[in-house]
């Protein structure tokens, strides 16, 4: 192998390793502010916060991966944003400190996909 062809290798792997941690944290701080305002969502601590991102992450992952449907509550119209509601409300079950009503979860997709549309920054894996 060249060294070019080494450094190129390098230098994908670490600039995927940067935007997956990239798309993390803006999951993170969408999540933060999205169940701040919304009333019935709650996230006890930064560690909740950090393992519901990558839960939620994951969980749109494999959504998309297997139905070609990614979870984005303005991305894909309706069954996006039910997506999101259902992706919301299925995480609870994942991460303790995270709670979530069905109600807060529908408005929290709501106001997930404001969040996400005002922040910069592609989430999707």
Known sequence: MSDNQTNTQSKNGSTTFWQIAGRLI????VLAVTAFFTP???????WA???AAIVLTVLDYI???FTGIQASPFGKGFVGFILAAIILYLTQFFVAGYSISWIAAIIGA???GIVD???PGEQQM
């Open 26 to 29: 803006v999951a993170a701080i």
């Open 40 to 46: 019935g969502f709650h996230i006890n601590s930064i």
């Open 49 to 51: 916060l950090a393992l």
């Open 63 to 65: 959504i998309a991966k």
């Open 110 to 112: 709501l106001v997930y």
């Open 117 to 119: 549309y005002i922040i």
